[in-house]
DNA sequence: CTGTTAGCGCCTTCAC
DNA sequence: GTGAAGGCGCTAACAG
């Protein structure tokens, strides 16, 4: 293995002018420089970033936890990488599993400086729990969290539900169902809210809360045609969940699933094959986003995060959109 | 942060003797191990793993390499994770985006002990240059490949199409169709080798090949409904793909698509969603065996690989199964 | 502008 | 069974 030590032995100058040369720190004659560089591809020198990393304390290393919850992952992990590859930084992933003990491990890490950012795909602790740690270094998560301390790129979903309510008004329709996740998020309460607002304007609602991992949503499904008075519309809170309520509803009751239209979250292959008019978050935007905030607070700088580009993608499922509930969104058919 | 220096002062002994307790290597008096683990404790201590990996030039990191072009991504990657993890070890993530010259900078890694070793999860370079890397470290990919030195948990999917077609043959079907990928994988070739020797035996079919990233396969829809005469089963290489297929079908001409009946790969939620039958190529097993492989060889020991188990999801768009057909499948209905 | 020097935290001979 | 010493490859004062 060559080190700057043979490059500075060929080049017949010093270990710290090489250094300079390979970091661009200080001060280095040109012709001085240009002998280095010679020296370095003649010697095929690549530096050992386990020593430089060690030298730097710093790793350029981002942890990623992942849960084992979330049906987009690869679309979502795959922009992170790239946009951290872009910046030179590397990304490990861990698998939390959800377990509190698991991601405080992981928190560790951040302290034990073997991290410099951490990026929480959903968090298991009270973010209480999380939030001190962000002093040892930037965290931020796809959760929702009302914190100055943890970034995160979510859409307040608040909006959302009340754009879609919105838009069925002014359809007329005056009960509506909604398939919501258990979690305790920010997002499905924030939708609650929504919801409840327009309960108290006399909306009237069916709900059912899905167990996350519920056989994807199946059971509501039958939940639903149990129902002597059925809603026409039902907004679902993801791609898979709403195409196994249909897929349940089309097996139990072809005529109701007929007369029942279907608004879903995500925007993924699934409602595109499914035929499913759905909502897309900009996940891409969001995971450059969760990036560059770690990126910003890493190297104190403050590259501009990028807005995120709601869309609705209009299909067969439901197809009453009144584009002036959604200034925001490019609509899509 | 703490050192073993202020654990060896702490429990007034040296610095060696800290390392040894901590690596559990040599000879240490149990009264003196006990001071020190005491030590250890009071004074907070956390290993360095900048310094530590440093000093033994090994990372304990597996470099995985994605390219984008995977649908079952997370589940993949996922499951390999969880493994590493339990042995572990950590998972950096790269893109290569099919890139040779990106995936050779991966390799380089791996020369220069930045990695352990590497799973590449569909390779860009010609086996022939990725080979001579394997002697810095293992490498193991999901690309099938004939090579002693780089492991891939491949099923042999000549078998898959046989036992497919043999099926066909049993029920009388004379005339079929497929969807292939234009990759020019190992794969492909193999299910190819297994239709041209039914072809050989007086099987008529059509073959549509499909560009990888080309609409999720879209235009073999399109080209199908131009055929004057229709194979009355289609089986397509991806889950994703067969449900474009069929959904561009039933837009484009309903009766054929109620005529037409397809068996697809993956077994993923898309075919589940969708009622495709389906055939399950175990990815939580092939996940595992391509990290045991690279365990193993980073070792030099040899846990055992689990055998792979075939699965075949029976659903609605293919229903005349013979399970003598399949007799190493589990068959699910 | 360049060289000398010291040291990051850890592990591993080598004496004792 | 334990301690002293050296060094992995690199960077950053500090001199000059």
Chains 1, 2 share one sequence.
Request: hydrophobic share 40%; charged share 25%.
């Amino acid at each position: 293995m060559t080190t700057i030590f043979d490059v500075a032995k060929k080049a017949g100058v010093s270990k710290s002018t090489v250094s300079r040369v390979l970091t661009n720190k200080g001060y280095v004659n040109k012709k001085t420089r240009q002998k280095v560089e010679k020296a370095i591809s003649e010697v095929g020198y690549i530096p050992n970033y386990l020593a430089r990393n060690f030298r730097n304390s710093q790793t350029r290393t981002i942890g990623f936890i992942i849960n084992g919850s979330i049906k987009l992952l690869g679309e979502f992990i795959e922009k992170f990488i790239k946009v951290a590859e872009s910046f030179a930084y590397e990304v490990v992933i861990y698998s939390s599993d959800s377990d509190p003990v698991k991601e405080k491990q992981y928190l560790d890490l951040l302290k034990y400086k073997q991290i410099d950012g951490l990026f929480i795909l959903t968090r298991a602790n009270d973010w209480q729990v999380i939030e001190p740690y962000s002093k040892y270094g930037p965290i931020a998560t796809w959760h929702r969290v009302e914190s100055t301390k943890i970034y995160s790129a979510y859409v307040d979903h608040y909006y959302i539900y009340a754009a879609i309510l919105q838009n069925l008004r002014k359809n007329g329709h005056k009960y509506v169902g909604f398939v919501l996740n258990s979690a305790r998020s920010q997002n499905m309460l924030s939708a609650n809210d929504a919801i409840k607002k327009q309960e108290a304007m006399g909306l009237k609602t069916w709900k059912y809360i899905c167990a996350t991992q519920e056989n994807y949503g199946e059971s509501s499904a039958q939940s639903f045609l149990k129902l002597s008075e059925k809603p026409k519309v039902v907004f679902i809170y993801a791609d898979y969940v709403a195409g196994m309520f249909m897929k349940k509803l089309r097996e139990l009751d072809e005529t109701v699933a007929n007369q029942t239209q279907v608004i879903s979250l995500d925007n993924s292959i699934i409602s595109e094959l499914l035929d499913i008019t759905s909502i897309d978050l900009d996940i891409d935007t969001q995971a450059y986003n969760e990036f560059v905030y770690i990126y910003n607070n890493l190297n104190a700088v403050s590259l501009p995060l990028k807005k995120i580009r709601l869309k609705l993608a209009v299909r067969k499922s439901f197809t009453q959109i009144d584009p002036e509930c959604f200034p925001e969104y490019r609509i899509i058919k």
